[in-house]
């Protein structure tokens, strides 16, 4: 599934929540410019997807059309499919990342970071015959899974075998953040879109 579907999805998505959502609050959702929402709204419009009513003088209203409702449903399959088949691929490319550590000795997995990703690796962690040692994150306090978050200069203090970087938009940056807390380069392993790299 393609950015523009993505946005397309949670424009329509938007416009049926609310009839009266601003251009200005669908930018700041879609994390664009307002002229940007404007565009792709006008888009939906000449597809037909969206009406745009005027009520009373000055206040606009944009109504989902039929054809969107079903722009809207097809959408949301193809989205489900696309998650499905991503949480699938990750959960596979993690089992086969944390099979080698294992295979080398690694026994003692710290994860970096608390998305999607870390919750994956976490599942696949109590799969297998590996040892969460916990959850950290750069500046943050709290819990994450029932764990407690600890803070990155927690981290040198651990024994541990690893440490998994669970994030795919900031790997670079973590690692060298990493390195810099004093952790070894051959304990930090990333999740590279060919599989993972130390």
């Known amino acids: 599934m393609n950015i523009q579907a993505q946005r397309d999805l949670q424009l329509l998505n938007e416009v049926e929540r609310n009839a009266a959502v601003t251009q200005r609050s669908l930018a700041r959702n879609l994390g664009v410019a307002v002229g940007l929402a404007n565009l792709y709204l006008k888009r939906l ?24 409702m079903a ?27 944390l099979t080698g550590l294992s295979v080398a000795g690694a026994k003692r997995i710290a994860v970096y970071g608390t998305g999607e990703l870390a919750e ?10 590996m040892t969460l040692v916990g959850f950290v994150e750069d500046k943050h306090e709290g819990t994450f899974l029932s764990y407690p978050l600890w803070p990155l200069e927690a981290l040198p203090n651990w024994e541990f075998d690893a440490v998994l970087i669970a994030d795919m938009e900031q790997t670079d940056k973590i690692h060298g953040t990493l ?16 599989g993972a790299s130390l």
């Open 179 to 194: 390195i810099g807390q004093g952790i070894a380069r051959d304990k930090i392993v990333r999740l590279s879109p060919m």
């Open 71 to 97: 722009e809207k449903s097809r959408l949301t399959y193809l989205y489900m499919q696309y998650s499905l088949s991503y949480y699938r691929k990750m959960r596979e490319r993690l089992k086969h990342v």
């Open 45 to 68: 419009v000449r597809k037909g997807h969206i009406k745009i009513t005027t009520i009373p003088k000055h206040r606009i209203k944009y109504l989902l059309t039929p054809r969107g």
């Open 120 to 129: 994956l690796a976490y599942l696949t962690l109590r799969e297998m015959d």
